[in-house]
């Protein structure tokens, strides 16, 4: 008993360090300037106002930031998906020369620090014309988030039995048909916990954002946009804190939406193959 309640108090201590900044800045952004600068801090406003979203949203440039971060990480997203699923399938269904090889190069390739990857993909961008390009931006995004999806659709679908196929197979399937009939449809709790994390990594992602996309102003992402948004507003947190509400909320509606079934897909993908 005494263990349990260690644990509780243990758990709650690290939720309530976990949410608190979060906490502090929704409530920032709805908090009157007086009460954001008021030398007493306070835990709940005296009155809500939202003239801090407001100047957030009417700021130059924020639709198209927000644009172009969900077309870079929807893009990559989908690249990687697209690209994971057939590099999953092979590893976890064929036997061919350089299979081993194959997987641990990917498992190097996650395990590797993105802030590593810094000033190569920067010459590679400027020596390929692609510097200052959301495009580039796309590929960087799609070349981070690739080996985490491989390696969780790889053991997802190692969790799912070949006996499957073969019954599809023996029904007159061919193996394409096979795995898009009966593999897929399965796939898909692994399939939307991979896209949402991998979402989440390019729609945070800053470091490679300004440093790629240094020039044109149009073309930057909500990230690099935020960093400079004190500088834009001088002293007014209230709408830095309202332009960093709205910008969390995307992920937070979806990851509330697809609780459940990214659930699935993270325990389905922790199982070994």
Request: aromatic share 14%; glycine share 6%.
């Given at each position: ?198 979402f989440i990594t390019a729609w945070n992602e800053f470091a490679f954002a ?64």
């Amino acid at each position: 008993m005494t263990g349990r309640l260690a644990k509780n108090l243990v758990a709650l201590f690290v939720f309530v360090v976990s949410v608190f900044p979060v906490y502090w800045m929704v409530l920032t952004a709805f908090k009157p300037t007086r009460e954001i600068q008021a030398e007493t801090p306070t835990f709940w406003p005296a009155a809500l106002t939202f003239d801090h979203f407001a100047t957030a949203v009417s700021a130059q440039g924020f639709w198209s930031f927000w644009r172009n971060s969900l077309l870079v990480a929807g893009g990559a997203v989908l690249l990687s998906l697209v690209v994971a699923l057939l590099a999953a399938y092979a590893v976890a269904r064929l036997r061919w020369k350089g299979r081993r090889g194959f997987i641990l190069m990917v498992f190097i390739a996650q395990m590797t620090p993105w802030e590593a990857l810094l000033i190569p993909m920067y010459v590679i961008a400027r020596d390929t014309g692609m510097l200052d390009t959301l495009a580039m931006l796309t590929l960087v995004y799609f070349m981070i988030t690739l080996p985490f999806t491989i390696v969780t659709l790889r053991n997802f679908l190692a969790a799912v039995p070949v006996e499957l196929e073969e019954a599809a197979q023996v029904d007159g399937c061919d193996r394409p048909a096979a795995f898009r009939r009966v593999v897929l449809p399965l796939l898909a709790p692994g399939l939307l916990a991979t896209s949402l994390f991998g979402f989440i990594t390019a729609w945070n992602e800053f470091a490679f954002a300004n440093l790629l996309i240094i020039k044109d102003q149009d073309d930057r992402t909500l990230p690099v946009w935020l960093s400079s948004f004190s500088n834009t507003f001088g002293t007014d947190w209230g709408a830095t804190m309202a332009a960093s509400t709205l910008f969390m909320l995307p992920v937070l509606a979806i990851f509330l939406v697809l609780q459940g079934k990214v659930t699935a897909g993270i325990t389905g993908g922790a199982v070994k193959g």
